[in-house]
């Protein structure tokens, strides 16, 4: 394997001299590269590392990936997707994700590449780009689509992308029913890649078969190749749980045994087609917003649902900056208040902070305000409304991986609750060393105040039980 790869990246640093030197002078006299490596280089002037060249040139019919964050993961799809196009004439590629967000995220690296072509290939080879279809002169398509039967019911493909394919909610009908078929007639390629999140999934069958060709990519192979500093994963480590570290740097799969809220249940929650609102939009409905103050240690998060029928669906969530000011998290609730219309209550953690929360939040004009005193029975309750909501496919949750640390990962800080049997007869629940579980509760109390109705009225406090 290592004499293999070394071979492979000496003719990497042979095609990378060449295309340095060609002269893309005149379209008549334009050549692409069969050759995928060549191609990369020529066109984009990418230099691929060992693990990239590696799925890059894979001709393998079914491929799964497990590579790191930061690893370049997203990049080696998009290209390899405008490769085959361009060399496969009449072919059609389809980026299939867990949500229409996700997918897009992967034609805006393919976008980014194509209108950063050369203008003489661009006028060669590239028919019409919008943002979830490419076209190209020779009949080739690369569409992008969420994770959705009924929208993907109807294409033919030659190749399939699932990115991020363990978040797929109802995997086993996606795959089984509608991807594989697809690709029966055209005899196609399938790509599945993701992060590890799910032991019970087609993805970690993929992974375990022997059908599949298989790469694996840590950071520890980022950092080696360059692409990516020693220090940064240190501080990472520093203040990532361990579990979320393993799955998201490691790249390996971890058993969540003592999970409050199992992987396999979060990921039938997600939603294909929905997508959170801006602080500035004006959206109209019933919502009821959760608010879990923090300060020192821990942060504050608002997080809104809105409720249509029984269906309760997660439509913003926030988290703000540690020491922030209570002031500014009340001022953020009015504010939402104010732009959305049917803010019906807000429940709000009072551990900690005591009444007066509640009391300015009244005064500062926030309808329906209801504090919650957190006990041992009061979390058991919220949390067990919570999961037995989401058990029975009333909670939809959209996909939302976080580009930055600092962002929520909303699948992941539903999943860092864990639970214990107390010798009371009661649960107990904590999170890792490292974690934070301010969404976890700000959902939970969403959910606590969408289920009690009628309100104990307005500017109430539900005392411990």
């Known amino acids: 394997m290592r004499s293999d790869g070394k071979k492979l990246q000496k003719t990497i640093e042979q095609l990378y001299e060449k295309s340095e030197a060609e002269d893309t002078g005149a379209d008549s006299q334009l050549q692409i590269p069969s050759d995928i490596i060549a191609f990369v280089l020529l066109l984009f002037n990418f230099k691929p590392t060992e693990y990239q060249a590696k799925l890059l040139t894979d001709k393998s019919k079914r491929i799964v990936v497990r590579w790191s964050r930061q690893a370049g993961k997203t990049t080696c799809i998009a290209l390899r997707a405008i490769w085959f196009a361009i060399t496969y004439p009449k072919t059609l590629t389809l980026i299939v994700a867990p949500t229409l967000r996700q997918s897009m995220i992967v034609s805006d690296h393919i976008l980014d590449f194509l209108t950063g072509m050369p203008a ?12 979830t279809t490419m076209r190209f002169k020779n009949g080739s398509r690369i569409v992008a689509l969420p994770n959705n039967p009924q929208m ?21 009908l996606v795959f089984y029913s509608v991807l594989y078929p697809m690709l029966s007639t055209t005899d196609g390629t399938l790509i599945a890649s993701s992060t590890p999140w799910n032991l ?8 375990e078969s022997k059908e599949f060709s298989k790469h694996i990519a840590t950071y520890e192979d980022s950092v080696k190749a360059g692409l990516q500093k020693q220090s940064f994963f240190d501080g990472q480590r520093e203040i990532l749980p361990l579990e979320r570290f393993q799955m998201e740097y490691m790249a390996e799969f971890v058993e969540d045994i003592s999970a409050w809220l199992p992987r396999d249940l979060i990921v039938q ?12 939009d004006q959206p109209k409905g019933e919502f009821y917003v959760g608010v879990d103050f923090g300060k020192e240690q821990d942060f504050s998060v608002v997080l809104a649902l809105e409720k249509t029928g029984q269906i309760f669906r997660v ?32 429940y709000a953690d009072i551990t900690g902070v005591g009444n007066y929360i509640v009391e300015d939040m009244i005064r500062s004009g ?14 058991e309750e919220m949390a067990t409304i919570l999961r037995e909501k989401m058990r029975s496919g009333e909670v939809k949750i959209p996909y939302v991986p976080s580009k930055k640390i600092e962002d929520v990962d909303l699948t992941a800080e539903l999943n860092i609750e864990k639970y214990k049997l107390m010798k009371t007869g009661h649960i107990g629940f904590s999170h890792p060393e490292n974690g934070h579980d301010d969404v976890f509760w700000s ?10 109705a009628p309100l ?7 005392l411990p039980h």
């Open 366 to 379: 926030i309808q329906s305000v209801v504090g919650v005193g957190f006990t041992v029975q009061s979390k």
């Open 443 to 452: 959902m939970a109390l969403a959910v606590y105040a969408s289920v009690q």
């Open 120 to 131: 003489n290939y661009r006028r060669l080879l590239i028919d019409k780009l919008q943002r």
């Open 269 to 280: 929650c997600i939603d294909s087609l929905l997508q959170l609102f801006d602080f500035q």
């Open 152 to 172: 993907l019911r109807g294409y033919t493909a030659h190749q399939i992308i699932a990115d991020e394919a363990n978040f797929f909610k109802d995997d086993q």
């Open 456 to 462: 104990p009225g307005k500017g109430a406090v539900m």
């Open 200 to 207: 019970d999934s087609v993805f970690f069958s993929m992974w």
């Open 315 to 346: 439509v913003h969530v926030h988290r703000f900056p540690l020491k922030t000011e209570y002031a500014s998290v009340i001022g953020y609730v009015k504010s939402l208040q104010d732009r959305w219309h049917e803010v019906r209550a807000v």
